[in-house]
Nanobody
Framework: QVQLVESGGGLVQPGGFLRLSCVVS????????MGWYRQAPGKQRELVAL???????NYADSVKGRFTISRHDAKNTVTLQMNSLKPEDTSVYYC?????????WGQGTQVTVSS
């Protein structure tokens, strides 16, 4: 059974930073995309950052230049470094692994940006 477990969320002031981590068990599927999505109350889930097996990335316009996704297949881990956080980044962040119609999700971790 594939499991994705996120960690690293929390409360941070505007302008601050957080680093989210996602550990995949039993392992990251090397040919699959890895990524992060987020969903705020009353809103649809949206893409934050995605990385394919070749290292190509795709970021939401709202996070470009502030967030960085990394994947470490040998450690079965994907991370999201979030800098210069804004109140509008407040959301539940979900780890994702998928390819085609096959997809796996974590349970989510709350990120709150507030003074």
């Amino acid at each position: 059974q594939v499991q994705l477990v996120e960690s690293g969320g929390g409360l941070v002031q505007p302008g601050g930073f957080l680093r989210l981590s996602c550990v995949v068990s039993p392992s990251i599927f090397s040919t699959y995309e890895m990524g992060w999505y987020r969903q705020a109350p009353g809103k649809q889930r949206e893409l934050v950052a995605l990385m394919d097996s070749g290292g190509r990335t795709n970021y939401a316009d709202s996070v470009k230049g502030r967030f960085t996704i990394s994947r470490h297949d040998a450690k079965n881990t994907v991370t999201l470094q979030m800098n210069s956080l804004k109140p509008e980044d407040t959301s539940v962040y979900y780890c994702y692994m998928g390819w085609g119609r096959e997809e796996y999700w974590g349970q989510g971790t709350q990120v709150t940006v507030s003074s």
